[in-house]
């Protein structure tokens, strides 16, 4: 057989592909279930179109035993008010009470030389699959991240009716909910996620996510099935985005399979950027081969970078595999051509991360999982990922208590330029790094889970395979604040990641000294409370903190939406305790304000608690960036918050709801994380200056003015200045003046910057408590009523303009929101451009917003803030 290479350089638009067959699709809808102990049947019968399922269940697929249970009525929402105690618990009621069966019944043949396989993508956590009477998986499939590929050719219908039938066992250890961090630490003896037995910000999930979790696909190929495709991109040299670049390196592989009785040659190509590089291959009968193309280049690329730095740009790529000018199985692709590094920073002790040259400074954000109860969504994802680059992060961390994230999440990921970091599956608390008297093995014990070595080992190597061609996958982490027992940390980094991957750094463990130096001794990490505004400016932390957090109380209407009425109280806790008075508050882990809140007038009822929440949430998180973005590459190289989101109705740590309903939280961190920022520090009343862009800013103009509470304006200077790219620069001291003027009832200070066509590019605005640290001046703020109209720009896209007159005090700290007029309830998701934002007398602020396209034609915005009441614009 010849080994011929060919290299075609020609436009997509004329290339032409003739006999192609493939079909992909989901066995998504129409399926039925029951309980193990509801069916007396085998697999063998049930699998068969004469076996009754007529008074069967609807099934949700993917889904879980809980989420069926949910959608049927059987049981309550978990995510509301103490529901979740009404549902039985696995632990209690044993394994059997949630062992279901699942069944479909779908329409599929093959014709002469067609394959067909089954793709299961997620079960939990092991299954006996049976199609036709027959039994499909010879050897035990088990193991919540494993996926599993079949080829169902042989057993399909000759009539091309099917039943699948499925029987889904959950996990042999499920774990105590004890109250511990995942429980009594048992469920981590399998390989699965830990939090469902119960963590610091979640109650147990009942079933312990049993189920078919992800997608059942159908696939359709000819006598050679593609496999695992790799692209791997190399951009040498230090770029710059925007400008003409040199070419990039592309190298291919990929894994052909011949399930057939016959040897089969054909062509291998890959084409991207209107290239296509192609390669004969002869595979061998019942085999699979990893081929090669040689390595080719791109010119000029158009790079891919992160968010904030340059566009996202991706390739659309395509794979195939042709036997006689005809498709026998193809794939598409987006590609990201980037390249990112690492080096250790010797001034600071941290990694420091680069991509295409350039140095990154990490604004990160930690991910636990999108829903609790494994609800996803393309959608949701995109909405998530979004509302991360709309805070000016450029990466998520991936928890090693969830999952390796599913490629909808790298996809949008990749689409909004979001860096992620992706732990493998352990945890500090169940693998065994403390002793816990909650836990029932002993640390030696634990630190050998899961009982299964070698199929943890199998599954990381088929995660790397599931997201490796993702831009955005940037980094692989050993475990959270752990590494994995000896052998599996080996095959991991020593032989998994060299062969299947070798571009990504490895960290051994979320906190480890070889990402940051620990001088402070510890875990590591935190802290994730409350903390003083001065904690973040002054006192340093470790160099690359990989858990940073505060608090994350939502604001009235996101907790009414899980709080009974009878629990709509102010939270009091209880002295020397983490518990609050109100049982729904404590089980819905709140975590306390301490005496944040006193400063602007004891909370006087649950709305007024939350008004005040969001002005400490503004605080906290545009505190928290500014400050770490003020010592970039002197004491820090990152920060990665704890944690940006919730997968479930807690009361703490979310920059947005369950429901995805942003607070304040995330426009604070919004500001804070602006790329090129001028910013307040509250200790030493220096103002700074800070750019992670890549180039020097010039003839930067530097205003700050000051506001009383009468709305009086004070020009303290206006400057002109530059800063070099990637830096931060210390401009000058407001401490003099702004100590006199504050001192009887504080004020508002706007510091903004203007380019030299007097544009404004950045604006901050503070407002500064009195001598005695109180908000004494807000407290008795005057009323102000603004003016507001809305033009549609798009369906789903509007323009709002609000103006406060000039005769008006300061108009402070305003949230808007889209809503259905009708009924008066939040649209969501809805993008805000900002929010949570003060205008002074006589400005206009223009506000962009932009919902989910819906059906929902009967709009309004509704306006409202700390000294403006609720006003109504209707939109047309």
Partial sequence: MRNKITFLFVTLSLVRFLGFSQQNYELNSGWKTLSIGEVDAKGEELSKRSFSIENWKNATVPGTILTTQLNNGEIPDPFFGMNNEQIPDIYDVGRDYYTYWFVKDFKESAKKDEQVWLNFRGINYSVAIFLNGKKVNQEEYKGMFLRKRFNITKFLAENGQNRLAVIVYPAPHVGNPNGGQGGDGTIARGVAHQYVAGWDWIQPIRDRNTGIWDKVIIEKTGAINLKHPHVVTKVPGKRLPGEKQEPATIIFTAEVENPTSKAVEGILSFKIADQIIEKEVNVAAHAESLVALPEFEVKNPKLWWPSGYGEQNLYD???????????????????????????????????????????????????????????????????????????????????????????????????????????????????????????????????????????FIKSAADAVKMLRNHASLAIWCGGNEITPPQDILHAIKDEILPELDGTRWFIDYSNSDEMSYNFKGGNGDGPYGIQEISTFWEERTWPFNSEVGSVGVGDAVSLKRFLPKENYTVPIEYEGTEAVKDPVWTYHKYIDYGNSLEPYGTPENMEDFAKKAQLVNYDQYRALMEGFSAHMWDWYTGSIIWKTQNPWTALRGQMYDYYLDPNACLFGLREGSKPLHIMYNPVSSDVYLVNNGFGAEYDLMLGVKIYNMEGEEKRLTQVFSYIEGASVKKMFSLKKPLDTLAAQEGLFLKLEIKDRNQEVLDENFYWLPDSTGTYSGLQHLAKTTVKAEVETVAENKFKLKITNPEENTVSFFNRISLENAETGERILPTFYDNNYFSIVPGATKEIRLESPESKVKNLQISIEGWNTDRMLIPVN
Avoid at 364 to 373: F, R
Wanted: proline share 4%.
């Fill in 317 to 455: 790529a395509k794979v195939e595999f042709r036997i006689k000018n005809k498709t026998s199985d193809k794939e598409s692709l987006k590609v990201g051509i980037r390249e990112i590094q690492t080096e250790w920073n010797a001034h600071t002790r941290s990694k420091q991360i680069f991509v295409n040259g350039q140095p990154i400074f990490i604004k990160g954000g930690n991910w636990i999982i999108s829903d609790a109860m494994l609800r996803f969504t393309k959608e949701r994802y995109d909405a998530e990922i979004r509302f991360h680059r709309d805070m000016n992060l450029n990466l998520i961390r991936i928890w090693g208590g969830a999952l390796p994230e599913r490629p909808e999440f790298y996809e949008a990921c990749d689409k909004y330029g979001m860096l992620v970091i992706q732990d493998f599956w352990m945890s500090g608390d169940c693998n065994g790094r403390w002793v816990d008297p909650k836990k029932k093995d002993d640390q030696w014990t634990r630190r050998q889970y899961p009982d299964d070595h070698q199929l």
